[in-house]
């Protein structure tokens, strides 16, 4: 866990060894809590990748912390992401003011991510700051771009887990259903390169997900990208379409790598007014 943009997504499919979050340098990308799956000789982990904790402007951002602060429940350690190119801020401190109330019967791990970005003596700075946020049970910088020290941060997940089966069969690497996964690649897709308040206005429902009749070698899917305004969707389509032509591209040949079979991707893209502040369009986006 940690703020927006802390790496936790990156972090999560580091660890897991393939892609089972989406990414993107947009903050609060991950709007739900992703389960990954590592299969270990010695143990078996479920990584869970949350939103990043922030001051909720709207109702979407409220129940995103809801969904944080939920998970702190159910796991056995924490491990709490801290970029080592960001100075440490309030937003840290308030999660780490949080974290306090469960550190006692949770241990928290302090995870300085993003490592590759800036040179030794910045890390240890980083490293010696996070030490004065809270009690850790254990510190580790790391970099999940290079692979640096994330064998280790697995290592030292272990050390803290229960005795017990594992909870997931062999080969296993997401509980994620695939329609969800598909609309999350399709969101991924849409958030490059556009405006800072456009990301978090837009949201995605596949609506149909099958097999083309007569043929098992071709996968018809059909889905809605929602935005808050109508200018928002010019901005999506882009001139004569050709934006949203880009990330039907993209977001098909990550789709295609996730089902194992060729995609047929239908995308429209429909205005859902202030869809993050209604409850009733909420649940029907999933939310």
Known sequence: MGRPNAG???????LVGTKVAIT??????TRHAIRGIVHRPDAQLII???PG???????LGQRLNDVVMSTWSEVDVIGFCLPADQKIGPGDRFIAQQLSKVSKRTPVIGVVTKTDLVGPA??????VAAQELMDFAE???VSA???YQVGQLSDLLVTQLPEGPPLYPEGELTDEPEVTLVAELVREAALEGVRDELPHSIAVVVEEMAFREGRDDLIDVHAELYVERPSQK??????????????????RTQIEALLGAKVYLDLHVKVAKDWQRDPKQLRRLGF
């Open 8 to 14: 936790k997504s990156t972090l999560t499919n580091a």
């Open 24 to 29: 993107s340098s947009k903050p609060q990308t």
């Open 48 to 50: 869970v990748d949350t």
């Open 53 to 59: 904790l922030h001051r909720p402007r709207t109702l």
């Open 122 to 127: 910045q890390v240890a700075e980083q490293l």
């Open 139 to 141: 510190f580790i910088p």
């Open 145 to 147: 771009v290079n692979g």
């Open 234 to 251: 010019g901005i999506i389509l882009g001139h004569k379409g050709e934006r949203l032509k880009k990330v039907g591209t993209a977001a």
